[in-house]
């Protein structure tokens, strides 16, 4: 593993800060492939203020990545609208980062060209981009590593790629779909404490999906948890832990930590079941 990164508050960059979200009574339907209408998510409500981190939690297949892709814009709501600072979504979300399970790095890219793509497409001339990118990946303790390419790194430090390639826009939304799901036990822990210190510096608003409860309530001050499918929002949980949370590692072994997070599984469980017993039935 690559050190740990060695930013600091006062490093941060002059955040934008993060925007508004809304969903309001949000419905998706898709066209399954004989043509009829399939119902993925119904009458999703929830907000999320600026600058704060949410995690959406739910069973599989509940329709957590589809309440993603609405609020990026790349999906429409069938019914139901979607706000960011009270503007609806139409089209591509302005001031978005992506941070998905598989990495979005171009293998033939390096780590320095990879990570200055954003500024340079937001019309940043090169060497600019390239300075910023540098000091961004010192950040994420990748200096010396600028010249490599993607495939000749660990998990760990192409994720820190990706985390570095989607901040440096200093994006107003955050938007995370299980970026952490693929990565062994300690380096997801490692990588999920890297996260939350550079989030804190830059207040981005997240929406952060995940199946691990524990990475919920460690990382977010709310968690939304969705019913089976077709998903809607069972109930919404302010996670008061206080900040900065330090080592996630440490956190589990935290009173509150623990407390919080049988609550929200008490809740959870009852869905994941649900969802378990309706695919055991539909494959008998
Ligand atoms: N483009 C699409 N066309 C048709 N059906 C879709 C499409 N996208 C998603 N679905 C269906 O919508 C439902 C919800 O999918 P989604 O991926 O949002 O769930 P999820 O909660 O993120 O699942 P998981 O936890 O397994 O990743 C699923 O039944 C899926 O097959």
Known sequence: MASKPNATAGEASAALGGARI?????TKRFLDP????????KDVTFGVEPGRFCAVVGPTGCGKSTTLSLVSGLEKPSDGTITVDGRPVHGLTDGVSFMFQADALLPWKTVLGN????????????????????DWLRRVGLSGFEDHHPHQLSGGMRKRVAMAAALINEPRILLMDEPFGALDVQTKAIMQTELITLWEQLRPTVVFITHDLDEAVALADQVVVMTSGPGSVKTSYDVDLPRPRGAVQDLRFDRQFLDVQQQIWSSLRDEVEAAYARTAAASA
């Open 22 to 26: 809304e969903l309001d009574g949000v």
């Open 34 to 41: 004989a043509g009829h209408a399939f119902t993925a998510i």
């Open 115 to 134: 990570v200055a793509l954003g500024p340079v497409l937001n019309g940043r001339g090169r060497r600019q981009a390239e300075a910023t990118a540098r």
